[in-house]
Nanobody, 123 residues
Framework: QVQLVESGGGLVQAGGSLRLSCAAS????????MGWFRQAPGKEREFVAA????????YYADSVKGRFTISRDNAKNTVYLQMSSLKPEDTAVYYC????????????????WGQGTQVTVSS
């Protein structure tokens, strides 16, 4: 069992930056690949970024490539999403998720989910 708690969301102006954190419980964090997803009002949840077990590989949605960076610190049981050059269309609830078997953008294969953190980008 893994519990995930996101933090770091908030209100930011377009062009600004935010760093989201996702803290995981348990001693097996390094056994899970991790992903970030987001859901905007009235839209389906979509993939943002994923990272492998040791952080040696990452994968991004085209919409955030070059602006967002996913990273992890296994010693702290935490995965991060550094978001830069934010746009109003990045406004959404952001969720982190844990996956025993790396599934990249396939949200239906992720095993555990956090409760989400709101990111609002004003124009």
């Amino acid at each position: 069992q893994v519990q995930l708690v996101e933090s770091g969301g908030g209100l930011v102006q377009a062009g600004g930056s935010l760093r989201l954190s996702c803290a995981a419980s348990g001693r097996t964090f390094s056994s899970y690949a991790m992903g970030w997803f987001r859901q905007a009002p009235g839209k389906e949840r979509e993939f943002v970024a994923a990272i492998g077990w040791s952080g040696d590989f990452t994968y991004y949605a085209d919409s955030v490539k070059g602006r967002f960076t996913i990273s992890r610190d296994n010693a702290k049981n935490t995965v991060y999403l550094q978001m830069s050059s934010l746009k109003p269309e990045d406004t959404a609830v952001y969720y982190c998720a844990a996956d025993l078997h790396y599934s990249g953008s396939n949200q239906y294969e992720y095993d555990y989910w956090g409760q989400g953190t709101q990111v609002t980008v004003s124009s």
